[in-house]
């Protein structure tokens, strides 16, 4: 049985690794870091995947991965090996081809696994990693029919960049507007106006049940009765957090890996970061796991400086997202949930404007819709007292 040996052992290849591991080398030049990735290649920025890469003709896969250095210089790189096995006791993980990886601080970057439906296809393409970017590109051409399954992030995003590359995309997802879970009614069906404006069909109030071959197409069957023939289909259903590792190592998991705010587990020396994680936030006063690269980002960077040393990290993020929609974008922190109370604070029609969610007068998300450089300032109204008028609210951020 064949055994390595090094001080760090980053299990997973996404941004939190990336981060993680650059932390450790601005804090130690010369560290002795093992990398074990799943993947097929160096860690790589995953939105892009949903948007640039799609839209943008000169855009190439080879973009979106990280810098190599310094994999190339400093870092023991193991890709195409999943880790099977973890031993706190003996500071081990074993991975699928039966060789052991000894670690002195281990960090668990292990992401999530995208969620199926319940029949698959060869056509059908659950969306989440540069296989799948690869897979979609060889696939579409202009007028192809196809199905996007789900309105968030990446079916919003991936419906968009598709009809700017004149494909012929509809959506299927259980709301009753494009993001009514998260945004205002106003904001949502404006929303659907946009989309509708770019030939995107919409059917909302579904949920996917089914895919049936048809030849060489397919067809996407709904709980409704619903019968949508397609060329292909791309899932965006969110994912399910990669924790098994750690409850078969007996590490505390939540709905995430529970790790505090030097994003250590509930082992000393055992780590975790990013979609997997689920660490406590400060301003919404709860544990919580996020998906999304910046708190990946930050996780990973604030976990690789706790591994190598430094005793003045204290994660407490609040989570941040963007995203952008064809010509419209957003920036937004903390909780974007349509059940708080909603106030809308619009300075150009619905095409800029700010929306708070608040609970029990407290302020807990803000989003920016298409105004930028301002979550620093949301943060600020969020870190406040509760909001005794929330009218006072109107004009607070300005775009």
Known sequence: MKTHSNDYLIVGGGMAADAAIRAICERE????????????????????????????????????????????????????????RLEPS????????????????????????????????????????????????????????????????????????????????????????????????????HLDELYQSHAVDLLPGQRVTGIESSGESLVVVTDGGGRYAADFAVAGMGIDPNVDLAIAAGLKVDDGIRVNDHLQTSHPDIYAAGDNASAYRKELDRYERIEHEMNAIKMGKAAGRAM?????????????FYSDIFDQGFEAVGDLNADLDMIEDWQDGLNKGVVYYLEDKKIQGVLLWNIFGKTDEARTLMRGGPIENPKSLKNRIRG
Do not use: W
């Open 308 to 320: 190598a040393g430094d005793e003045e990290v204290s994660f407490a993020q609040t989570p941040l």
């Open 90 to 189: 003996t500071h081990c993980v074993m991975d699928n081809r039966g060789e052991r990886h000894g670690y002195g601080k281990l960090l668990l970057a292990t992401g999530g696994t995208p969620r199926k439906l319940p029949q698959q296809s060869q056509r059908v393409i659950c969306y989440r990693t540069l296989s799948d970017y690869k897979r979609l590109e060889a696939q579409i051409a202009p007028g192809q029919r196809i199905a996007i399954i789900g309105d968030g992030f990446i079916g919003s995003e991936i419906a968009a960049s598709l009809a700017q590359r004149d494909c012929d995309p509809f959506m299927i997802f259980p709301h009753a507007h494009i993001g009514a879970d998260r945004f205002p009614e106003s904001l949502a069906m």
């Open 29 to 84: 030049p010369e560290a002795d870091i093992a990398l074990l990735s799943s993947e097929s290649s160096l860690p790589y920025d995953r939105p892009p995947l949903s948007k640039s890469l799609l839209t943008d003709p000169e855009a190439t896969a080879d973009a979106v991965i990280a810098d190599p250095e310094p994999y190339e210089s400093t870092v023991q790189v193991f890709l195409g090996r999943r880790a099977e």
